[in-house]
Each structure stands twice: as structure tokens, then as C-alpha cells.
């Protein structure tokens, strides 16, 4: 039914893998290369060059794009050129992906989100539709940004200083947080409901409000939606991520990976 | 001058009505009906694949996808399979409708707008531009949500927890307004801008803050730029509505719509 | 590489400039004046039929469109009839101009905003990714608007009161900044991260919170980022401006632009 590969252009130096499927009106420019298996949409661009092309197009370089195996690019998607995507990497529609960023596998980067470039991302990281995360921003693995939620990184606009801003390992922001520059949220945070961040916040925070401050340790929030300690979600949610099959803990051993210390929860008496 | 038809690919099973245009570079996918008098402009594509078409392309089921007659789908737009769309139906541009949504007659959404799946709207619903409804958000007739309204879902992310939010009839939130999950607001209520719904609203509401408080019985507001009270609305407003040419009462009446109770404005004296 | 001009198609009374360029499957409706050295690159469609033009297409009346030379309008962009854009013009990709909106020299229009019609904008303004300007808004000169800043226009919604906002020569309004209607920013302000703007403000404030209250004269402020007062910016930044060689005071009095009196920095003691 789909990816008739209709009015589909393709331009020098392009690699397809194995089974590649292109959508219609689809446009591929110099030097891109797409893993096995790998689904690009309709309407899209995938190494849209770079500003410099506009500035001196014959001295310009395209640089290389990559798009990891088994992934799917949905449509009316841009990648610039210079993008490391990881395998099994999708996005949803109308997706911006600016120069040179690098994604890990299992990456998910939904409808509508821009990554403004140069941003460095780990494995399973998902980020939901709307996400804006200016230059340069880091972000870990197995983290959450729920919709809208946004970095920045000029602390003194219009300026040439840029300040971006860390995301740790298994954080979750919900919708409509926004950082600003310079501000580094440790590992496995949960920052509230359309917060602003204008400060570091330490690992197992849950921060809200504007500017958002560390109201409790994550691991003794309670929630009238769940019966003990949600938190560190990894041993309440596991669909889609490797630990699916044998849990958490026992993942974490098999992968190095620290297994957050426990907290006993606070009694409410 | 529009809508040559030219570059349109059409699948399968699909009814298109009388008098219906089809844009440039559009794309129709399998079991999509289309009423009569409708347009479907440039660059969109109609009965997207859910995402269980990824899973198992073989044993993929393409649900039904409705557009009602004498309906406008600018362009740039991505409705998925599974939507029923009622008569007089519009979009902006670059809207997408994920799966399984159901509106009533004579609904607008606003450019850049996303439906994120099996949400039920009602009639005469208008959603500006860059409105954000989560899963099964239930919208009521003749709300009006403003630029960047958004609805979220899921209140311990990253959970399989959703919490469908409702906003009553004749209701209207102010742009930038985000509902919690598991919010319901009532009928007739005003959410001021920017404002973070954290609790149930009553009907008659002006709320506003974060978290949104009741400040005020909406019938009693006072504003400099009206004379004498604005609200409820439906006795200022009528452009585009039934009730343009008789009134409200009288349209109420003969409808079977209720009449919202009278309440005397407080004399500021 | 770029710009194949496959699969374009070209209306009536379409005047391109020399050296213009086409990108594929763009759409150029009647009635459309292209300067000399400008890009239209792919997926866009200028010249798109106001709302009129579906109410009574055998009287519609098609608006010229303007693009001024040296401009580049980045992919799946929709100018509308009846937009006029200076000479050095540029977007981001997926931008919206709806109609008869007029924008001096050396703008630039981040990728997804949307301007709503009637807006007016000065010389060398430069409006980031994802902002929203509100019918009949006035944005001066060598204003900066960081992403997601938003301006709206009904006070009373739903309505037929529009009541534009106005933001004052060389003001900066951070990212996810809010403007109720009726609003007025005066010259050299910046509005701070995520403010809701309220009331009006006066020349040189910087103004934070939600409603946006002036804390000090902008001219005093300071900031661990930068030795000394960094504002009025003008003097620290001109990448891009017209007095990058021989400095601001030099340029605006050749220009006869005011030039900003200075406050003695305050000393924290």
C-alpha cells in the first residue's frame, strides 16, 4: 500500500541497505547512507545541506548523513546533513533534525520536534512530539522529555555565548518544562508539569515550579494512581526496553549498568 | 487556479463523492471516504497507516477513515486511518490526526495542531493552531481552545497509566493553557492564558494560575474593552454558529440545548 | 545538488527575478513577484489563496505576493496572498505567513512560525523557531524573539475584539515568552524566560514573571556570563547587523537612529 518509491530523487553517493523502502516525493541528497531494513517516508529530506551551502556552494562539503538499520523515518521529516543516527531509530512527522547531532539506538524523536544541532544523545532516549533542544544540548540514556519540553542555551540574547544544557541518565521532564542555558539535571530526576529550570538539580530530584526546586526525593513520592513507590520507573515500566524479559536488576548486572540505591519509603501516618 | 490533481496517487477502496478536489502531491491510502463538495488541498496525505502496519504488514487491518462532506483539509495535512470526521469539517495546515478520533459537524483544527488518538470531539468545536490533545481527551460542542492548549495523559511517565482529561460544552481555554492528566472541566468556563490545570473546574468558571483556581463565577466578569457583562458568550457571539440569525435562547430551545441560568453582575460601586 | 526544479508547477503572472531558483514539488500560485539570487526551495507553496478565495472563487481576487531579492525560503513553507517581504528575507522550514502581512529587509522567520495575517515587522528582525504572532501584531526594528514566543490578540474570547500587541526597536523577548492583547514593549527591553506579559512596559525594562513586572533598568544589569553591562546589546553583538564594521554610535548616527543614553552601571558593594 505504501513507499511506491514515486517521484523519489536520489543524489550521488547515496547507500542503501538491504530492503530500504522510500516513500513518495521523497528527496535524498549527496552523501547519505541508510541501514538495512530502514523506512523513509513520504515528503521527505534527508541530507538537506547545511547554511554554509548557501554561503559558498563550490567550495561546500556535504558531510556525510547516517541513518542506523531497522528504522523508520515518518513523513514530511528534514535531516540535515552531518546527523549519526543510531539503528532502530525512528521520529515522527515533520521532524527537524539540524546538523551534526548523534543519536544512539532505539531512539525516538516525535512529531514536530526540532534538534537545533550538534546535540548528543544516548541509547533509548524518547522524546515525545514538540521537543525543542537547542545546540549542543546532552542528553542521556533511557530518558523521557514529554511534549513541548524545551533547552536553550544563550544566557544573554543576542550573544555568540553558548551555554547548553545536561539531561542525565533516566530523567524524565513532563510537558512543557523548559531550561534554561547552562543548567545540568542529574540522573533519574522527574521535573513537574510545565516547570522552569534555571538551576542545577541533583540526581533522584523531583523538582517543580518556576524556578523549579527539589521538593522531594524521587523515590519517596507517593501517587494516588499507584499502590507503593513508582519510582526509579525501570522496575514499573519496561515496555520497549531491553530489560523487558528479565527485569531490571538483572539487566543492569549483565550491562554494567549502577542499579539506583533504594530509599525506604516515608510513611504517611 | 488550485488543485490541478496532479502528482495524486489513490489506493484502494476509496469513495471519493461528488465534486471532490483532490491538491497537488497528495496522497490517499486504502478505505477512505470522502463526502461530497470536499477538498483535500496540496502536499497531504489521507489514511496514513497506524502504527501496527510496522508491526505486521501482512495481517494489517486498514480501518475505515471518514471526511464529511463540504469539508476543507489544507495542505500539508496527515489524517490517519480510523478517523470519522463530520460534515463541514476544516484543518489548517501541517495538522496531524492520529488514529481513531472521532469529531462532530462543522469542527475547525488549527494549523500545526495534533490529535494524538481515539479523542472524541463534539459539534461546533474550534481548535486554534498548535493545539496538543493527549489520548482520549473527551472535547465537548462549541469549546474553543486557544494557540498552544495542550492535554496530557499519563500522570507517572513513563507508565501505561492514561488519564483522559474532559472540557465541557461552550467552554474556552485560553491559549498557552496545559491540563494535568485526569482533569475535567465543566461547562461554560473561561481557563485564563498560560494557566496550569492541576484540579477539577467547576461549571461557570473563571480559573486561573498554576495550579488554575475558580476566581469567579464567569457570568459576573467584568472587562474594560465590553460594556456590561460578556459571558456566557453565546449572546455576543455568534459568527459561524446556528444560532446566528434567531439567537441563542431561541436556537436553545427549539434544540434541546439548555439555557445557562441568569446571574445578576455585581455593581462595582 | 540542490534546487532540480522537478515537478514545479508556476501560475499566472508569476514574475521571477534573475537567477531565482526552484526546488521540487513547489507550488507558485498566480500573482507572485520573485526578486533577483532568491531561493524557493522545496515543498513550499507561495502565493496560497486567503480564505476568501473558498467562499466565492469566481470573484476571489488574488493579492500580489512580494519576495524581495536575496531571500531564501527554506522547504514545505506556505506564504500566503498578499504577503510583502523585503530583499534578504529568509525562513526556517514548515513556516506559515498568512495574508498581508509586511516585513522589512534582512527578517528571518524561524522554522514553524506562523504569523496570522496583517502583521507588521521592521528591518533586521530576527523571529526564531516556533513563534506566533497574533493578527495586525507590530514588531519594530532589530527585535529579537527567542522560540515559542507568542502574541495574541482577543480579550474576550470568542470575539470579534482584536486588539494587536506592539514590541518596541531593539527588545528581546526570551523563549516562551507570552503577550496578552493590547500590550505595548517599549524600545531596548527583554522580557524574560517563559514571562506572561500582561500590562505594558516601559523603554529599557528588563521584566520577568508572570505578569511581567519590571525589576530594573536593563542597562544595569548584570550577569556572571559577561565582564561588564552586556546591554543594550548593540554594542557586544552585530553579527549579521549593518554596524558590524564600525560599530553602532557610528551607524546610527550616519542613519539617524537614536542612540541609547547610558546609566552608570551600579556598583555591588
Same mark, same amino acid.
Given at each position: 500500500?505504501?513507499?511506491?518509491?514515486?517521484? !523519489? @530523487?536520489?543524489? &550521488?553517493?547515496?547507500?542503501?541497505? &538491504?530492503? =530500504?523502502?522510500?516513500?513518495?516525493?521523497?528527496?535524498?541528497?549527496?552523501? =547519505?547512507?541508510?541501514?538495512?531494513?530502514?523506512?523513509?517516508?513520504?515528503?521527505?529530506?534527508?541530507?538537506?545541506? %547545511?547554511? %554554509?551551502?548557501?554561503?559558498?556552494?563550490?567550495?561546500?562539503?556535504?558531510?556525510?548523513?547516517?541513518?542506523?538499520?531497522?528504522?523508520?523515518?515518518?513523513?514530511?521529516?528534514?535531516?540535515?546533513?552531518?546527523?549519526? +543516527?543510531?539503528?532502530?531509530?525512528?521520529?515522527? /512527522?515533520?521532524?527537524? +533534525?539540524?546538523?551534526?547531532?548523534?543519536?544512539?539506538?532505539?531512539?525516538? =524523536?516525535?512529531?514536530?520536534?526540532?534538534? /537545533?544541532?550538534?546535540?548528543?544523545?544516548?541509547?533509548?532516549? @524518547?522524546?515525545?512530539?514538540?521537543?525543542?533542544?537547542?545546540?549542543?544540548?546532552?542528553?542521556?540514556?533511557?530518558?523521557?522529555?514529554?511534549?513541548?519540553?524545551?533547552?536553550?542555551?544563550?544566557?544573554?540574547?543576542?550573544?555568540?555565548?553558548?551555554?547548553?544544557?545536561?539531561?542525565?541518565?533516566?530523567?524524565?521532564?513532563?510537558? /512543557?518544562?523548559? +531550561?534554561?542555558?547552562? !543548567?545540568?539535571?542529574?540522573?533519574?530526576?522527574?521535573?513537574?508539569? &510545565?516547570?522552569?529550570?534555571?538551576?542545577?538539580?541533583?540526581?533522584?530530584?523531583?523538582?517543580?515550579?518556576?524556578?523549579?526546586? @527539589?521538593?522531594?526525593?524521587? @523515590? =519517596? *513520592? &507517593?501517587?494516588?494512581?499507584?499502590?507503593?513507590?513508582?519510582?526509579?520507573? *525501570?522496575?514499573?515500566?519496561?515496555?520497549?526496553?531491553?530489560? /523487558?524479559?528479565?527485569?531490571?536488576?538483572?539487566?543492569?548486572?549483565?550491562?554494567?549498568?549502577?542499579?539506583?540505591?533504594?530509599?525506604?519509603?516515608?510513611?504517611?501516618?
Amino acid at each position: 500500500m505504501k513507499f511506491n518509491g514515486l517521484n !523519489v @530523487r536520489i543524489g &550521488k553517493q547515496v547507500k542503501l541497505g &538491504k530492503n =530500504v523502502e522510500i516513500g513518495d516525493d521523497t528527496i535524498i541528497y549527496d552523501n =547519505v547512507t541508510i541501514g538495512d531494513n530502514t523506512i523513509i517516508s513520504n515528503h521527505c529530506i534527508i541530507g538537506e545541506p %547545511a547554511n %554554509a551551502y548557501y554561503q559558498d556552494r563550490k567550495n561546500y562539503q556535504q558531510k556525510e548523513t547516517i541513518i542506523g538499520e531497522n528504522s523508520l523515518i515518518r513523513s514530511h521529516t528534514i535531516i540535515y546533513a552531518g546527523n549519526q +543516527l543510531g539503528h532502530h531509530f525512528s521520529t515522527g /512527522h515533520f521532524v527537524v +533534525l539540524r546538523e551534526n547531532n548523534t543519536f544512539g539506538n532505539y531512539c525516538n =524523536v516525535g512529531t514536530r520536534s526540532e534538534i /537545533h544541532g550538534y546535540v548528543t544523545v544516548g541509547n533509548y532516549a @524518547r522524546l515525545h512530539s514538540n521537543v525543542s533542544l537547542g545546540q549542543r544540548t546532552q542528553v542521556g540514556n533511557f530518558v523521557f522529555l514529554a511534549p513541548y519540553v524545551g533547552t536553550t542555551d544563550d544566557p544573554l540574547p543576542p550573544s555568540m555565548i553558548a551555554l547548553p544544557s545536561q539531561i542525565g541518565d533516566f530523567s524524565i521532564l513532563a510537558a /512543557h518544562v523548559t +531550561l534554561a542555558p547552562n !543548567v545540568k539535571i542529574g540522573k533519574h530526576c522527574m521535573i513537574g508539569l &510545565k516547570s522552569t529550570v534555571n538551576r542545577d538539580i541533583s540526581d533522584f530530584s523531583l523538582a517543580v515550579g518556576s524556578s523549579a526546586r @527539589r521538593i522531594m526525593d524521587i @523515590r =519517596v *513520592m &507517593k501517587s494516588p494512581h499507584f499502590q507503593g513507590n513508582y519510582y526509579p520507573w *525501570m522496575y514499573q515500566f519496561s515496555r520497549g526496553l531491553p530489560w /523487558h524479559e528479565i527485569g531490571f536488576d538483572a539487566w543492569a548486572m549483565a550491562n554494567g549498568v549502577e542499579i539506583p540505591p533504594k530509599l525506604e519509603p516515608i510513611t504517611i501516618s
